[in-house]
């Protein structure tokens, strides 16, 4: 289940935009069957974007593609090799260069609550971290700047090894899809399976 999703520089987003939908206990009475509870917490289960056309509404839904594709993908990326959602604000030149930043927050099949951070640019993926919420408040998964990663508490799987083959261009979360990592491959799972983007009338 989706709580969130936060976009930075990406395609015609510049600043953070906030896709979020958690709601009040105002709107339950409201709108009663498209109120969902998870975790404690209210969220709606179907939302509508509107805004004027070319106004970046699909660039929302493209996000979402680029951290399916990644995720899905990024593990078989060669050295050197190019990430091809890196699709940064096109409209000043200062921005080209900078890193595209997505922040996902959802729960797994077992309903546990993630959150999911990436920075990348070009070539290179400069951020990464994986947070959870075991007891309701969050723990460290796993975090990674450059090719540096530290680990939480709860990580429980291979380490030196991941990270010796582990490209810059690369997603630890993606790498470690094979290892059968508590809670890592939960949150892989979402992305391969559990997320779905479709858009119409898109000629991309």
């Given at each position: 289940?989706?709580y969130?999703?936060?976009?930075?520089?990406?395609?015609s987003?510049r600043?953070?935009?906030l896709?979020?939908l958690?709601?009040?206990?105002?709107?339950?009475?409201?709108?009663n069957?498209?109120?969902l509870?998870?975790?404690?917490?209210q969220l709606?289960?179907?939302?509508?974007?509107?805004g004027?056309n070319a106004s970046?509404k699909?660039?929302i839904?493209?996000?979402?593609?680029?951290?399916?594709f990644?995720?899905k993908n990024?593990d078989q990326?060669k050295?050197d090799?190019?990430?091809p959602?890196?699709?940064p604000?096109?409209f000043?030149?200062s921005?080209?260069?900078e890193n595209?930043?997505?922040?996902?927050v959802?729960s797994?099949?077992t309903?546990i609550?993630?959150n999911?951070?990436i920075?990348?640019?070009?070539?290179t993926?400069?951020y990464?971290?994986?947070?959870f919420?075991p007891?309701?408040?969050?723990a460290k998964l796993?975090?990674?700047?450059?090719?540096?990663v530290?680990y939480?508490?709860y990580y429980?799987?291979?380490?030196?090894?991941v990270?010796q083959?582990?490209?810059?261009?690369?997603?630890?979360?993606?790498?470690t899809?094979n290892?059968n990592i508590p809670?890592l491959?939960?949150?892989?799972l979402?992305?391969?399976s559990g997320?779905?983007?479709?858009?119409?009338?898109d000629?991309?």
């Amino acid at each position: 289940m989706l709580y969130s999703l936060k976009i930075k520089n990406f395609r015609s987003i510049r600043g953070e935009l906030l896709l979020d939908l958690s709601t009040s206990g105002r709107l339950k009475s409201e709108l009663n069957n498209n109120i969902l509870e998870q975790n404690g917490e209210q969220l709606i289960s179907t939302a509508i974007i509107y805004g004027r056309n070319a106004s970046g509404k699909s660039n929302i839904l493209k996000a979402f593609r680029a951290l399916e594709f990644l995720v899905k993908n990024s593990d078989q990326f060669k050295h050197d090799q190019k990430l091809p959602p890196y699709e940064p604000f096109i409209f000043e030149r200062s921005h080209q260069k900078e890193n595209i930043e997505f922040e996902i927050v959802f729960s797994g099949e077992t309903g546990i609550k993630f959150n999911y951070k990436i920075a990348f640019n070009e070539k290179t993926i400069d951020y990464e971290a994986l947070l959870f919420y075991p007891k309701g408040t969050p723990a460290k998964l796993f975090e990674r700047k450059n090719k540096r990663v530290s680990y939480g508490d709860y990580y429980r799987g291979e380490k030196k090894s991941v990270e010796q083959n582990l490209l810059e261009n690369q997603l630890f979360l993606s790498k470690t899809s094979n290892n059968n990592i508590p809670y890592l491959k939960e949150a892989y799972l979402f992305f391969t399976s559990g997320l779905t983007v479709s858009t119409f009338h898109d000629t991309e």
